[in-house]
């Protein structure tokens, strides 16, 4: 039997949905991707003139207050998550997503700018034993709670 005889007879299975085409870039999108492409290869670049040009060692005058600082706005996205989580708030994903990759610059930055011996231990102690298990944990959260249906296939507006 052909498809036509089984519509005739109403025996015509229905056909499959067909899948939307994904959504054409806005203009601001076709503009922006580029844009950042070229960001990011520019500054690939600008990486290989600081490895050849900075110096190996260097006084800064309050070393603390950036590292403080970085442990602060830690605590807020840890705070900041935990409250969205409690709430069921679909936002946590990015608050997540941000306090992953700080917890890791963290831990990147206090091994790589301690002194070894009793610093660097201690260091590599809080980068294993709690910074990098909760950028692990974050990470896992962010990825858990990207909303699933109807967001996949919709391109965001961009100006």
Same mark, same amino acid.
């Given at each position: 039997?052909?498809?036509?005889?089984?519509?005739?007879?109403?025996?015509?299975?229905?056909?499959?949905?067909?899948?939307?085409?994904?959504?054409?870039?806005?203009?601001?999108?076709?503009? !922006?991707?580029?844009?950042?492409?070229?960001?990011? %290869?520019?500054?690939? /670049?600008?990486?290989?003139? *600081? =490895? +050849?040009? @900075?110096?190996?060692?260097?006084?800064?005058?309050?070393?603390?207050?950036?590292?403080?600082?970085?442990?602060?706005?830690?605590?807020?996205?840890?705070?900041?998550?935990?409250?969205?989580?409690?709430?069921?708030?679909?936002?946590?994903?990015?608050?997540?997503?941000?306090?992953?990759? !700080?917890?890791?610059?963290?831990?990147?930055?206090? %091994?790589?700018?301690? /002194?070894?011996?009793?610093? *660097? =231990? +201690?260091? @590599?102690?809080?980068?294993?034993?709690?910074?990098?298990?909760?950028?692990?944990?974050?990470?896992?959260?962010?990825?858990?709670?990207?909303?699933?249906?109807?967001?996949?296939?919709?391109?965001?507006?961009?100006?």
């Amino acid at each position: 039997m052909t498809v036509v005889q089984d519509h005739l007879r109403g025996t015509a299975r229905p056909a499959a949905p067909l899948k939307e085409p994904p959504p054409r870039p806005t203009s601001g999108a076709r503009r !922006l991707g580029p844009a950042l492409v070229c960001c990011g %290869v520019a500054l690939v /670049l600008w990486l290989l003139v *600081l =490895a +050849t040009s @900075l110096p190996t060692a260097a006084q800064v005058p309050h070393w603390s207050a950036p590292w403080v600082g970085l442990d602060a706005i830690e605590a807020l996205g840890l705070t900041a998550t935990g409250i969205l989580l409690l709430r069921r708030d679909p936002r946590r994903c990015l608050t997540a997503a941000a306090t992953a990759a !700080l917890l890791v610059v963290d831990a990147w930055f206090d %091994v790589l700018t301690s /002194l070894p011996g009793t610093e *660097l =231990a +201690t260091a @590599l102690a809080m980068a294993v034993g709690a910074e990098l298990p909760l950028a692990t944990l974050c990470a896992v959260l962010a990825v858990r709670s990207l909303p699933r249906q109807g967001l996949r296939h919709r391109a965001p507006s961009l100006p």
